[in-house]
């Protein structure tokens, strides 16, 4: 990790690194997300919930609302995600898709060899929608931990091919 990656940076600051070539993931920890930035699509899930992909699943669809014909595996998955941006036409585009992952140390518990399969993803999604989606808007995610298990998100992402940013809190 990078002496960059150790430094708190503000969401916004985040949020558009991760629409660029940034960390796609950052960690929180402590509070609330206090301020979010206009125009971002937020969602919630919570690691919680979480332990195994079929899991992540269900929680994601419920955040993001994907079709009730949703096939409940990865490649469903990822059209839905990659379609989060289907909206009516008289509907602003929102310029970022944000989702915050409550109680993060837990996320895939039970499957943690499959957070590099997620961990991926999620920068498949970020380049889809910098690169491929019109308009263009930033995609991440926000892990929150508490303090002391700050160390242990990070080295499971950055294990997993994808090392995080640090938001401040």
Known sequence: MTTSEHTPIPLGQFVSAAGRFGPVAGVLTGAQLSWVPHRLAVRSVDADRMPTVAAVFDEFARAWAF???FGQNKDAFDECMRHLDDIPPDVSAPSAYLTVIENAPRLLSHEPDELRWFA?????YRDHYRDVAAPPAAFAVVL???STLRRRVETRWHDAGSPVALIES
């Open 67 to 69: 079709p009730d014909a």
């Open 120 to 124: 991926g993803s999620l920068e498949f």
């Open 144 to 146: 929150r931990s508490p």
